[in-house]
């Protein structure tokens, strides 16, 4: 496959292809098809991929720094993805899997990350304002002054995560296993902890009702 025909936008659907380690940066790649793709290694940063199709897709160590990916990334493999300063604003991210990915700066408020893996994950200071977040694995990550206002955590696991001065106002949390994490100096106001684990849980500042 020609990366030009892509660059230049001649043609959106290639689902399953293999572009690993290819140089698509700075393009406009929006609303393209590459459900299923192989796209390891691949070179995205700065690109518009805004409506495309990823579901799938295996993006493991791509690099997506400043992209805009409002996307569906679906069950999408990002292991070791840079996606520093990334906007993925509403993206559906379901079932992804984000271990060691880089989201420095990324925003991600009102994205869909329900059974996300995000195990480990640095999230310090992202925007996940209103992100749905059910279920997700966020075991040992790092949210430190992350602002999670109006996230839905229901169910997600949350033991031994790092959410010191976290903004967590409005936020639900009920049935959360937040054994063993650090909550900091977190803003709690009006967050829902019914049957929340807080075993071994640091709640020094925060206030919980």
Do not use: W, Y
């Not at 690099?63 to 993206?91: I, V, W």
């Not at 304002?129 to 002054?145: E, I, P, Q, T, V």
């Not at 106002?169 to 009920?174: C, M, V």
Request: proline share 0%.
């Amino acid at each position: 496959m020609n990366t030009e025909t892509i660059k230049k936008g001649q043609e959106k659907n290639f689902p399953g292809i293999d572009l690993e380690d290819e140089d698509l940066a700075h393009c406009n790649l929006e609303k393209i098809n590459l459900a299923g793709a192989s796209l390891v290694g691949t070179d995205f940063s700065e690109s518009n991929l805004k409506g495309a199709k990823l579901d799938g897709a295996n993006l493991l160590g791509a690099q997506l720094q400043s992209c805009d990916l409002r996307a569906n990334l679906l069950g999408t493999n990002l292991m070791q993805a840079d996606l520093t300063k990334a906007d993925l604003r509403g993206a559906n991210l379901r079932g992804a899997n984000l271990m060691g990915a880089k989201l420095i700066q990324a925003s991600l408020a009102g994205a869909f990350l329900s059974g996300a893996n995000l195990t480990g994950v640095n999230l310090r200071g992202v925007d996940l304002r209103g992100a749905d977040l059910r279920g997700a694995n966020l075991n040992s990550a790092n949210l430190n002054g992350a602002n999670l206002v109006q996230a839905d955590l229901q169910g997600a696991n949350l033991s031994e995560t790092n959410l010191e001065e976290a903004d967590l106002r409005g936020a639900n949390l009920t049935g959360a296993n937040l054994s063993g994490a650090n909550l900091l100096c977190a803003e709690v106001e009006g967050a829902n902890f019914n049957g929340v684990n807080l075993e071994r849980a640091c709640t020094l500042g925060a206030e919980l009702s």
